[in-house]
């Protein structure tokens, strides 16, 4: 618990210290009069899949973890402190779908010795 506190006493500095060399740019923005970005318009595609079964069974199995671990980060309070857990659960989650060798080997025998 100690670590936690000292970590989430570190974050404002550690952000205030980035703001110097990070700017945010949104697309609403203007620079000499033209918009600061030019985006193409947004694209939605939507693939249904099949998985093998193996490779359904180690998504299941991480989609499952990763709900555990938000439910358990819910009942902490400690959601928002925790953000970059869940998009990088989502971001493997992803991978997955898309071939089971974009998961980091690291990622990949956790998940693979959870499941027995």
């Given at each position: 618990a100690e670590a936690e506190v000292?970590?989430?006493?570190?974050?404002?500095a550690l952000r205030e210290a980035l703001k110097i060399y990070l700017l945010r740019r949104t697309k609403e923005q203007w620079l000499r009069g033209k918009p600061i970005l030019s985006l193409p318009p947004k694209e939605v595609i939507v693939r249904e899949l099949e998985l093998s079964p193996p490779e359904r069974l180690l998504y299941d199995t991480m989609f499952e973890n990763g709900r555990a671990m938000f439910r358990t980060l819910m009942q902490e309070g400690s959601v928002m402190t925790h953000y970059d857990k869940i998009l990088e659960r989502l971001l493997r989650l992803r991978q997955l779908c898309c071939h089971q060798s974009l998961l980091p080997k690291t990622v990949q025998a956790a998940e693979e010795a959870r499941m027995g």
């Open positions: 000292a970590e989430h006493a570190g974050l404002p």
